[in-house]
């Protein structure tokens, strides 16, 4: 993991602190929008206004990089959403204006960002359960700026405070490669300990704090990857690392053969590795899915599912509970962050480079502060 403290320098460092105040109490943010869905990044300033009621605006101290960034700019969660947009949904920073109705004790507070724009109203959101809003209103990111810019605008229900302590660069893993992973095993899964795990991915920004979530729970875990070059970090993270380029030749460890994993966790989505984690699951195992790429799917008879009692299960995200006890977990040494490649705002195409590649461990980051 590189230091939070070593950032990568690429020359220009105009992009790194917003302009002047607005009349109004607006401010001038520097940073990247999109302009069209699957179009390109384009560095520019805009007017950022003053923080509405129940709003409040941020000055972002880092973002992370990950995958759903890019599906997100491609424009698979929406390709609807008002542009010109800035995208980024991991964002860490300070509260520095508030909104009527909001506590003006809150300026001053760091904060994580809550991904979905929930109602907070209703019967899903009054339970707990964020990530089901039945009047969801878009993704922070997609339908609000998110923190690939230096300040930004959100729902003061989407700024969740940060423990203090935690470095911000690490942060920015908590709202969603860490929060994910915690909602999976504890909520979708119900893992338990010496349950045996398989996680498909394992490198990855949600991947690797999935291996470190499961080892939390005590389960026996397998983490799946292509690259042999995340094996130690996978290793060290609490699982053992297999080479999952071809399928068929896939081999789970000699003592797992005669019942097969408990889970298999597939942030993959692909016809394979959906068909071989069925095909491999004990018997009352669980599929838990989380991609939402619109052209896969596995086939699967009613007839196998009752023999062997097997469970399909869909992860949505996460809650807000979920991501402050996420937060107090990384705060308590339990969960370690792994940020990989962090960057000035001039690096970001480096890191959607490696993430196209497949290459990035974990997440990346961007600083702006």
């Known amino acids: 993991m590189q230091d939070p403290q070593s950032i990568q320098q690429s020359g220009a460092s105009d992009l790194v602190s917003g302009g002047p105040t607005l009349a109004g109490g607006g401010v001038m943010a520097r940073g990247y929008r999109i302009h069209a869905w699957d179009g390109p990044l384009q560095a520019e300033e805009w007017g950022v206004a003053a923080p509405g009621p129940g709003e409040v605006l941020v000055r972002v101290e880092a973002c992370g990089i990950g995958l759903t960034v890019l599906n997100s700019m491609r424009g698979d969660l929406s390709n609807t959403a008002p542009l010109p947009r800035v995208p980024g949904h991991e964002l860490v920073g300070t509260i520095v204006a508030v909104g009527a109705g909001i506590a003006a004790e809150r300026v001053g507070q760091r904060i994580l960002g809550y991904f979905y724009l929930t109602c907070g109203a209703c019967l899903a959101c009054r339970a707990g359960r964020d990530a089901q809003c039945t009047n969801l209103a878009g993704w922070l990111g997609v339908h609000r700026d998110g923190g690939y810019g230096s300040h930004t605008v959100i729902p ?37 300990p010496n349950d045996r795990v398989v996680v498909i991915g394992a490198g990855g920004g949600v991947g690797i704090h999935m291996v470190q979530m499961a080892a939390l729970f005590g389960a026996s875990v397998c983490g799946l990857d292509i690259d042999e070059a995340k094996f130690e970090a996978i290793q060290r993270a609490g699982g053992t690392p297999i080479l999952s380029r071809s399928w068929p030749d896939v081999r789970l460890p000699p003592d797992w053969n005669e019942a097969g994993p408990a889970a298999c966790i597939d942030l993959i989505g692909s ?99």
């Not at 860490?178 to 909520?187: M, W």
């Not at 009613?302 to 107090?328: C, D, H, I, N, W």
Request: glycine letters at 8%; aromatic letters at 4%; a positive charge.
């Open 156 to 192: 003061a229900a989407n700024a969740l405070p940060l423990p203090a302590g935690i470095d911000p660069v690490l942060a920015t893993a908590i709202p969603d490669a860490i929060a994910t992973p915690l909602h999976v095993c504890q909520t979708r899964l119900g893992l338990r």
């Open 271 to 369: 016809a394979d590795s959906l068909r071989w984690s069925i095909d491999h699951l004990a018997m009352g195992g669980a599929l838990a899915m989380l991609t939402t790429f619109r052209d896969r799917a596995v086939l699967i008879s009613p007839r196998e599912m009752v023999f062997r009692e097997l469970r399909f299960v869909g992860s949505r995200y996460t809650s807000k509970a979920e991501v402050l006890q996420s937060a107090e977990l990384v705060a308590s040494g339990r969960i370690t962050p792994i940020v990989s490649q962090v960057v000035t705002p001039d690096g970001i195409e480096s890191v959607h480079a490696a993430l196209r590649r497949g290459t990035l461990l974990g997440r990346g980051a961007v600083v702006w502060a």
